[in-house]
Each structure stands twice: as structure tokens, then as C-alpha cells.
């Protein structure tokens, strides 16, 4: 089992930026790759960026493509959003998903941060 846990959310205008965190615990070894997710209110969950553990590959939903960046910190199992130029519709709660090696989807993950944008 692996164990994730977010933080770095909270409160921001319009414009401004946040670096959100994702510790992950346990068999960790198994990772493939991991991901952010996000929640708006009333809305399904939506896709907002994915790395591979091997290699670094990067994927972005369009909508924050050239706005935020996801990295990983290997040897502290833990991967980053840093989110720049921000906007309500970037309001909502981001999920931390992990995926293990020979998994076809996300099979772990977070209890979520809320990051609020206000205009």
C-alpha cells in the first residue's frame, strides 16, 4: 500500500502563485508515475499533470499548460505543483494520485488540498 499526503494549498488572488506538495509513504518502489487532480465545485474531477517516476515525462491538461510545472524529489518520494499566474477557474480541491508499475490507472490516492483563488 502506498500512503499520500498534500499540503500547500490555501488561499491566493488572482495572478499570484502556489506550491502544492505530495508525500508519498510505503511501497513506494512500485511507482510508475504519479499525477495532480482537481475537484471544482459541482464539477467532476479533471486531470492537471502527470510525471513518470523513471525518466521525468511530463503530460499537462491544456488548461495549465505553461502555468504550472509538476516535478518530483526522488530520493524524499515526494512530487510538486507549482502553480503560477493563478485564476478561479483554478479554484477547487487537487488531489495527489499514484500510480504503480503495471497499473492501467491511478490506484492511490490523497485526501486533497483546497486552493482558492479569489478575483
Known amino acids: 500500500q502506498v500512503q499520500l499526503v498534500e499540503s500547500g494549498g490555501g488561499l491566493v488572488q488572482a495572478g499570484g502563485s502556489l506550491r502544492l506538495s505530495c508525500a508519498a509513504s510505503?511501497?513506494?518502489?512500485?511507482?510508475?508515475?504519479m499525477g495532480w487532480f482537481r475537484q471544482a465545485p459541482g464539477k467532476e474531477r479533471e486531470f492537471v499533470a502527470t510525471i513518470r517516476w523513471s525518466g521525468g515525462d511530463t503530460i499537462y491538461a491544456d488548461s495549465v499548460k505553461g502555468r504550472f510545472i509538476i516535478s518530483r524529489e526522488s530520493r524524499r518520494n515526494t512530487i510538486y505543483l507549482q502553480m503560477n499566474n493563478l485564476n478561479s477557474g483554478d479554484t477547487g480541491v487537487y488531489y495527489c494520485?499514484?500510480?504503480?508499475?503495471?497499473?492501467?490507472?491511478?490506484?492511490?490516492w490523497g485526501q486533497g488540498t483546497q486552493v482558492t483563488v479569489s478575483s
Open positions: 494520485a499514484f500510480q504503480a508499475v503495471g497499473s492501467p490507472k491511478y490506484n492511490c
Open positions: 510505503g511501497r513506494t518502489f512500485s511507482s510508475y508515475g
